[in-house]
């Protein structure tokens, strides 16, 4: 698609010249103004995908004012054209982040990479924007998923350091989320086998060697912040990214001290029966 470029330049010559130019190298240029209250319309009105913008221009604002209104309502990129290169202008108009400047009077050469450097980079910073915004909603509603999820559920990056902890794993642990961002995995997920001399492995260490598992051991148990001793079943589950590669690590995990004491009852009742 052809990209439109609005033109802004008070000097009538150098204004039709720079129009014949760029639409020779198969640009459109929906208008060519000559003041900063002409451009503002126009940008609202036609939307252009670049301004070229003249500092010195007539009216009450110049060029960089202009360009300041302009970036109010709109995220068009600006290349400034200017005759001046004095400090003071230089560092007025780099407030403005501006994609370019071209001193006057400059060769057709330059006026088509500098343009074509700048939608390039407006594209870019586009779509590097919108990336970041699906990944903030990607995150808004894993976060609200995780929450509301019935089950204590931590995740970690690969080096076993905490990154989300929800509700119901901080009620079982006894440590709040603020509390267990950034620390290590065993500093808050403290785990042990009810067998004695039993070990059990670190969960991230068994996600990453076997993917994802079903309990750490027959008779796990969660050691709580105040030292509770809490049976539990544990899920871990891979984090993986586009390369299906392991890039972190989610435990599920829930108490089961109803279905021990189901258990003890079974066991209880079986022996009374068998005497």
Do not use: C
């Amino acid at each position: 698609m052809t990209s439109q470029i609005l033109v802004v330049e008070d000097e009538i010559i150098i204004a039709e010249d720079l129009q014949n130019k760029l639409k020779k190298m198969g640009y459109s240029v929906p208008a060519v103004v000559s003041s900063g209250e002409d451009a503002i319309r126009k940008v609202k009105e036609n939307n252009p995908d670049l301004v070229l913008m003249d500092i010195i221009i007539h009216g009450e604002i110049d060029g960089i004012e202009t360009v300041e209104k302009i970036h109010s309502f709109s995220d068009v990129p600006v290349i400034y054209l200017t005759a001046y290169a004095d400090q003071t202008t230089l560092e007025r108009a780099k407030i403005t982040e501006p994609f370019g400047y071209l001193l006057k009077p400059f060769k057709e050469r330059e006026l088509l990479i500098t343009i074509e450097m700048a939608i390039y980079k407006h594209q870019m910073e586009k779509k590097l924007k919108e990336s970041e915004k699906r990944l903030r909603e990607s995150e808004r509603w894993l976060s609200a998923a995780i929450k509301s999820i019935g089950d204590g559920v931590i995740t970690t990056d690969l080096k076993g350091v905490i990154k989300i902890m929800n509700p119901f794993a901080e009620a079982l642990t006894g440590w709040k989320q603020e509390e267990a961002s950034g620390k290590h995995l065993s500093t808050i997920f403290n785990v042990a086998s009810s067998q004695k001399n039993k070990n059990v492995e670190d969960p991230v260490v068994k996600v990453i060697r076997e993917g994802s598992f079903y309990g750490l051991s027959d008779q796990t148990i969660l050691i709580t912040k105040n030292n509770m001793e809490i049976p539990i079943d544990l899920i871990g589950t891979p984090i993986t990214d586009e390369k299906n590669d392991i890039i972190g690590v989610v435990l599920v995990f829930y108490d089961i001290i109803e279905r021990k004491q189901q258990e003890d009852r079974i066991r209880t009742s079986t022996s009374s029966f068998l005497l």
